[in-house]
């Protein structure tokens, strides 16, 4: 049974079809949501009113903040909820025999018609405990969503995360690629990354199939393997380039190549640092150029980077330069990437002063070999000329931090709060349906995320709110904003007659996520030792968690 694509809650098309990964179905999910889902059914309680909030309880990677992502593939899984026969059968086999033929019955009915999702929007910096999303319908229903809402969040928003990390410590004005899909955890974890990179502040990535789905820049040059293939440059056959106007033809643009060779092992350019250069590696270097004459990017450390591929790609920049051509620049895979690129970044200036080429000592370098964080935090701190990073294993498999941790918890049923406890308070959820609101100060950036129960009125501009810590009653602060911005909006309105909001494309989710970390005070966003970020509840409901909490807590007998 194949899946259809879907109308939106209220008839109107989506325009979107299922979750991106075929393999996300309401069988994704674990055993025990379908233990649940039976016992709720054999109860008779499966169709009470159920509100679950989805949120995390830490900021991952030792900093203060975190990117939401994941939104849009969680709102295409609910879109198109709906069991096969197929899936119906494996279910009924999972189950113990005893589960009664009434409940499989039912499973062929359910979809998430009746289900409301209210989220934060997808690219947005986000705190502990606030909900990233708020789910209401059916409790049975909703149950189910768990999972795949878990799996879907907590990935996307992690690497969405390490990402922008990797941009603040990059700095605003360097090329950031994404080429991490050999070293990702399989094929969805690599396409995942590749989305999910891009959103937090990266600029293009070397995954194809993510550049056809989403519509990421795509960046790429050759391998080691390009370079040790050739032998010499008479391997090349077709030695002919056009100018890049088309008026004109070099027939020889290999003897171009080996002319400007020499020129530059005679001038000044050189400073005595090589002979004679790898020729394999030039005729490699030449044949990619006479490929790709106006994206000519090399990889010069397969042999020697200072005393043979800078100055072979030199050769080859400048015979293209004769001919209108600019070459892109090169790559540098291994050894001391800040030496290597200041000394590369010499060669050019004196190549461009030595031969009058203008621009020729702008050429970029891009930087790749393992690199992380640290590895561009110490780069800044030692001086480099690198304008551009490819950044794969430690940015797509997360490295520093395996799990982000969030976690789904009811709040309330049957319009009656509830709350789960714990010794760890840090476990404690916050009970009631919410509403969570930004509160913004004279300078323009967040100073506290504020919740509220459904019906407390809103904090206004300009009034004086007191913002109370959710568990800590000496943690408390007046607040008079200058602006408040309600987080939860409606992404999936179920029956109810609320307005959806519509689902942006990636590039502008992308530039949502910038202009947010734009507003974070530099304290909160610092790598080191960071500022935490307030969140807070109202005095009212903090008030009705305590009172709640001792409620439900059992009281001890001493004997």
């Known amino acids: 049974m194949e899946r259809a694509t879907t109308n939106g809650p209220n008839g109107a098309h989506s325009g979107r079809v299922g979750p991106t990964n075929p393999m996300v179905t309401p069988l994704l999910t674990d055993q025990y949501q379908f233990t649940m889902f039976y016992a709720y059914w054999k109860a008779g309680k499966h169709n009470e009113r159920a509100v679950f909030d989805l949120y995390f309880r830490r900021n991952p990677f030792g900093g203060e903040y975190t990117i939401f992502a994941g939104l849009e593939e969680c709102i295409r899984f609910i879109s198109t909820f709906k069991f096969t026969e197929e899936e119906i059968a494996f279910v009924r086999e999972s189950l113990p025999p005893s589960c009664e033929d009434g409940f499989f019955d039912y499973l062929r009915e359910i979809d998430c018609s009746d289900v409301e999702v209210y989220a934060v929007s997808e690219g947005s910096v986000v705190f502990p405990k606030v909900p990233l999303l708020r789910v209401e319908g059916p409790v049975a229903v909703v149950q189910l969503l768990e999972t795949p809402f878990l799996n879907l969040i907590n990935y996307a928003s992690l690497v969405a995360t390490n990402a922008a990390r990797h941009r603040f410590v990059a700095g605003k004005s360097k090329i950031l690629l994404e080429f991490g899909l050999r070293r990702a955890q399989g094929p969805d974890g690599g396409i995942g990354a590749s989305k999910y990179c891009y959103l937090g502040g990266f600029d293009a990535t070397s995954n194809v199939a993510a550049g056809k789905l989403f519509g990421i820049p795509l960046r790429g040059t050759h391998s080691h393997a390009f370079v040790s293939s050739f032998m010499s440059p008479d391997e090349i056959i077709d030695k002919s380039l056009h100018s890049s106007d088309g008026s004109s033809i070099c027939e020889d643009f290999v003897s171009l190549v080996q002319k400007w060779l020499s020129k530059i092992q005679w001038s000044g350019s050189s400073h005595g640092a090589f002979g004679e250069t790898n020729q394999s590696e030039l005729a490699a270097f030449t044949s990619y150029a006479l490929a790709f004459p106006n994206n000519f990017l090399a990889l010069v450390d397969t042999y020697d980077v200072i005393r043979s591929g800078i100055p072979n790609f030199c050769a080859v ?24 690129s200041c000394e590369a970044r010499k060669f ?5 002063n030595d031969f009058g080429v203008p621009g020729f000592g702008k050429t970029a370098i891009t930087a790749s070999n393992d690199l992380n964080e640290e590895t561009l935090d110490a780069l800044n ?5 690198v304008d551009a990073f490819g950044i794969g294993t430690h940015l797509v498999t997360c490295f520093a931090q395996p799990a982000l941790g969030c976690v789904f918890k009811l709040v309330e049923i049957n319009d009656q709060p509830r709350i789960k406890l714990s010794e760890d308070v840090s476990k404690v959820s916050i ?3 919410k509403r969570c609101f930004r509160l913004y100060g004279k300078e323009g950036y967040p100073l506290v995320d504020i919740m509220t129960g459904e019906n407390e009125p809103s904090p206004k501009v300009g009034e004086r709110i007191l913002c109370r810590h959710p568990f800590n009653e000496s943690k408390r602060a007046y607040v008079v904003p200058q602006r408040v911005e309600e987080l939860l ?14 689902l942006p494309p990636l590039k ?6 910038m202009e947010q970390l734009e507003q974070m005070r530099p304290d909160h966003m610092r790598r080191l030792n960071p500022t935490p970020y307030k969140v807070s509840v109202s005095a009212k409901l903090y008030d009705f968690i305590h009172f709640l909490w001792l409620n439900e807590a059992p009281v001890g007998e001493l004997q």
């Open 348 to 352: 050019f200036v004196a190549i461009e």
């Open 431 to 433: 009970p009631c349906k």
């Open 317 to 340: 920049a400048l015979a293209l330069s004769d001919l209108g051509y600019k070459a892109t620049g090169i790559r540098l895979d291994s050894g001391d990437l800040a030496y290597l």
């Open 508 to 513: 502008d989710i992308r530039k949502r996520c």
């Open 489 to 502: 909006k409606c992404y999936w309105p179920g029956t109810s007659d609320k307005a959806k909001e519509d």
């Open 381 to 385: 701190k030692q001086g480099h000329e």
